[in-house]
């Protein structure tokens, strides 16, 4: 039998494992890794254990498998959309904190950042998944931080000091403002804070708030 990696691209045994993480991810996002049991997940994505245990022997494997989407659901939504065009770096900047203002909602309330709640409920519980997460956000500096070294470059920020710790400020600004907003349900100071994230930025002209 072959393994679940070396499964051809677009197979049956590939759209069911696929089909297994996006609906683990999405309880995960609803309930918590802890309160969403192997079976729920079985159930969600219409598959019997068996066909769950072929791909991941543990719930820990599919943890991290979920940390893996949610990682590419974060590039792929937000960070490649608003950097990858011709923009200048300030205005990419800015798209990134509209676009993050309007993270994933269950119906009406806020559940706040996925891989940020995840980082929440496990870095404290689980090494290896701690690790991985901390790689999820090394990752996610690093992308922002190039995009502010590109408004060093334009004159719109002091080049003094080095762009990752302005990113990890901007980017830490607004994950708190997810974690507030899961609370308070409050989607309009969600964006009021996304916005204050940006202006927080020593720009070389400030811009006036909206």
Not at 23 to 33: D, I, K, T
Not at 158 to 169: D, Q, T
Request: hydrophobic letters at 40%.
């Amino acid at each position: 039998m072959k393994a679940a990696t070396a499964t051809p691209k677009g197979s049956k045994a590939s759209r069911t494992k696929r089909k297994i993480i996006e609906a683990a991810a999405w309880l995960v996002y609803q309930r918590g890794f802890h309160a969403t049991s192997l079976d729920i997940v079985a159930q969600a994505a219409n598959v019997n254990r068996g066909s769950l245990y072929y791909f991941f022997r543990s719930k820990k494997n599919l943890g991290l498998a979920i940390i893996d989407h949610y990682e590419s659901l974060l590039h792929e939504n937000y960070l490649k959309p608003s950097f990858d065009t011709e923009a200048s770096g300030r205005e990419k900047i800015r798209c990134l904190a509209e676009s993050y203002a309007c993270m994933p909602n269950q119906d009406s309330p806020c559940c706040g950042c996925p891989i940020g709640n995840l980082s929440l409920e496990l870095s404290a519980l689980d090494e290896e998944m701690r690790m991985r997460l901390k790689e999820v956000w090394d990752g996610v500096f690093e992308r922002i931080a190039l995009v502010l070294a590109q408004s060093q470059v334009e004159g719109e920020l002091p080049g003094e000091i080095a762009p990752l710790v302005y990113a990890r400020s901007f980017f830490s600004q607004m994950q708190g403002a997810h974690i507030i907003a899961r609370c308070s349900q409050d989607e309009a100071s969600l964006r009021e804070d996304c916005e204050r994230a940006v202006m927080s930025l020593p720009w070389a002209q400030k811009e006036e708030s909206k």
